[in-house]
């Protein structure tokens, strides 16, 4: 079975620090109340619930939505690594387009200060294979992980095209420059590229401290719906799910021996290609982009791997500002993970909050005029990828 489905409420919270936070119950409440507020919607119209966070207990779901309500429909906890937001999204569609009528995702994270690292060091880790190939590589083993991953994708890019460190920089400029018109944004100051240069120094040659996404806490919602559902409701400013696709690693993740591909993009030209012909649209068709920049490195890697520029062709495609406004793509008007923040549980959903409110108009002074499509791409590595098409009514 299959329907069309829509989003008819979003909601998140301002992204902070760790240790600014509320705790992960009363910022994923904080984010749900919201989005029911959005589609006019009590809770007890929620018929199921998939919830994502990376840190946390098993259940903890369940805690964060019994603080709405406890109304005993089915809650699927989601663990994704980065993209368990738009994992959790990925459910909720498919949930509805199998007949449920009204669903929600949701998804949230506390974190804690510093570089990611394992959590469980007593069984086999799910990067052993990443870990492997980077180690022959790219070495550098006393650099964080996530850091090294990107950090070497990004100069295997640098090796074959000429690509410039200054051009990682420029994104994150960017990245500032849209932040500073979002309330919902960890980091609202405006730096030049100059700044991000300039910044303390993670791997000489390759990255700066500005080049690399935050840790952050918070949460963000969405509530999606069937058709009937939304014409039985007389719901207002719904936006349709035109496609949708979750593709996972495969033998090329580590059979290329190419950094690039480690970190998932072939993982994420095939989501996207995927949704181009299930929607029967390019990329040239699209307005506005909300894409997984974790780092400066992987947002120029996804123009190229989302085909909003040729492969080798992303540092032209920033150096014509193709990537902002007055460009032919409006990327992460949001601010992106860069500046925004990046709660691991949350970003998917706040990713389909902004593009949302792209759609119906509601930016502000980060809109988008004349959005019609809007893509979304969020990455996890070990791996998974989501990339959803919306598009306005």
Known sequence: MSRNVYVIGVGMIPFVKPGANAPYPEMAATALRTALADAGLEYASIEQAYVGYVYGDSTAGQRALYE?????????????NCSTGSSALYLANQ???????????????????????????????????????????????????????????GQAHMREFGTKLETFAKIRAKASRHAAHNPMALFRNVVSADDVMNSPVMWPGVMTRL???????????????????????GIQGAVRIRAQAMVTDTPQAFEARDMREVVGFSMARSAAQQVYEAAGVGPQDIQVVELHDCFAQNELLSYESLGLCPVGGAERFVEDGDNTYGGKFVTNPSGGLLSKGHPLGATGLAQCTELVQQL???????????????LQHNLGLGGACVVTLYERL
Do not use: W
């Not at 709405?68 to 994704?80: C, S």
């Not at 509601?362 to 809007?374: N, W």
């Open 211 to 233: 080049m690399a996404c935050p840790p952050t806490c918070g949460a963000g919602a969405a509530i999606l719906c069937s058709e009937d559902f939304l014409k039985r409701h």
């Open 95 to 153: 949930a509805v387009r199998g007949g449920a009528e009204c669903v929600l995702a949701l998804g949230f994270e506390q974190m804690n200060p510093g570089a990611l690292g394992t959590q469980f060091g007593d069984r086999p880790s799910p990067f052993e294979h990443f870990d492997r190939l980077t180690d022959e590589l790219v070495g550098n083993g006393d650099i964080p992980f996530a850091l090294r991953y990107f950090g070497g994708a």
């Open 68 to 80: 709405v309500g406890m109304t005993g429909i089915p809650v699927v906890n989601v663990n994704n």
């Open 360 to 374: 119906r108009g509601q930016s502000g002074a980060r809109q988008v005029e004349g959005a019609r499509l809007a």
